[in-house]
């Protein structure tokens, strides 16, 4: 069975630090997400990874795949409050539609 | 169109009651998914329509009834729930069921629909 587990899962950073969110998984998967959710509201989507190696960035979010390790970080860089939200990663693979999802981190920037 | 729509945002019903959640999409998609989430906790999915067929059922009771009238529409029909089931019901879908020649098969997520049962 699957398994996906993100650590921390809570993390409460002063605006200006940087930091990172790890996604482990237990199993060989072909596409990894990142997902942004804030309260109350839907999944947004961040990113997606498909290779070893694989890195994309977006402002001040840089995700990473290392598909050897199961791996993938997510990493905040000079954190601003409107990051603030709780944030998921989930895998899949081809041929089955189903994504499992992290446990989420729920990062809280104080000014 | 780029979003998936979900009605309603909130619901309240009570026990014996019979309701339905709407969801939909125009970006030409063709698989469509309802997750359950409750709070504090990651979406755990219920029911995959692949090309208007139910292709996953995440053993979910029968007071849940999925039902996709054709490929921009999904509906989940809700009878004699409980308490527990009160959550967010989020509706997603995706451009190709299983992936096939299109790499990322991204899930686009609905607003969802708050539900509270009495």
């Known amino acids: 069975e699957l398994k996906v587990e993100q650590n921390p899962l809570f993390l409460s950073m002063q605006e200006g630090k940087n930091y990172t969110i790890y996604c482990n998984y237990s199993?060989?998967?072909?596409?990894l997400y990142w997902y942004r959710q804030d309260p109350g509201k839907s999944l947004e989507s961040l990113f997606v990874?498909?290779?070893?190696?694989a890195v994309k960035q977006e402002g001040r979010l840089m995700a990473s795949l290392d598909t050897k390790a199961r791996l993938s970080t997510l990493h905040i860089t000079a954190a601003v409050h409107d990051l603030s939200a709780t944030y998921f990663c989930?895998?899949?693979?081809?041929?089955?539609?189903?994504?499992?999802f992290g446990t989420g981190t729920r990062l809280t920037i104080i000014p | 169109d780029t979003e998936v729509t979900q009605t309603p945002k909130h619901l309240v019903m009570g026990m014996t009651n019979k309701k339905s959640l709407k969801c939909e999409q125009h970006?030409?998609?063709?698989?469509m998914y309802w997750y359950k989430q409750k709070a504090k906790k990651p979406p755990e999915l219920m029911f995959v329509?692949?090309?208007?067929?139910?292709?996953i059922n995440e053993s979910v009771p029968s007071r849940f009834s999925p039902e996709c009238p054709n490929s921009s529409l999904l509906n989940l029909h809700l009878h004699a729930l409980q308490p527990e089931d009160s959550a967010l019901y989020l509706c997603?879908?995706?451009?190709?069921?299983?992936?096939?020649?299109?790499?990322?098969?991204?899930?686009?997520f609905g607003p969802g629909t708050r539900l509270t049962v009495l």
């Open positions: 329509y692949s090309y208007e067929k139910l292709s």
């Open positions: 199993t060989t998967s072909d596409r």
């Open positions: 990874l498909l290779s070893n190696g």
């Open positions: 997603a879908s995706s451009q190709e069921p299983s992936g096939g020649t299109v790499s990322y098969n991204e899930q686009f």
């Open positions: 970006m030409g998609h063709r698989a």
């Open positions: 989930a895998v899949s693979n081809f041929g089955n539609e189903k994504l499992t």
